[in-house]
């Protein structure tokens, strides 16, 4: 016999699933994200790495509309906006995922123009340039299996930076993370 469409459909959404729980895994037990867990990280570690976020946090707004824009499905088009919605703050500037990250900037101390003279090495580079090249691409499966687990990732490393920034910054209320 062969299988349905609908069982078809389940395997292969149950192996997509299963690729991005491994990645998610991975993620979860790189040596870094482990030590922001288990709060090893020395400030000058984690500020890098809030210099990085911010640059994340600043160019993927634009990840999300050259995805749009190259999507011809209006269900995922309409996830991306709602995604979109809520990265700009749902129009309050003061509610944007970025503003959030200025604020938290501010909160630890830190100037808009320590994140603008940040000398950008080659991990937040190759991260940059990657999900630029897969958010303008072709093929919707490669761009959209990327956003899967950037998604899925981003709750797990902004858990290990709060356990990280507390030991520094125990005071901190931001809602960035
Ligand atoms: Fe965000």
Redesign the pocket.
Known sequence: MFPTTETVKCEYILELENFVDASLDRIRSHPFIAAGFDRRLSQQQIVRWLMCAGRE?RS?PHVIENMMERTDSPKIVHILEQNLQ??NGHGKLEHA?FTHYLDLLKEIGLSNSNFEEYNEKAGIQLTLSLAFNISTQKSQGISLGYMLVNEGM?SITYASMRSAFSVYFPAIQTPFF
């Open positions: 946090s993927f809520d990265e995922h981003t």
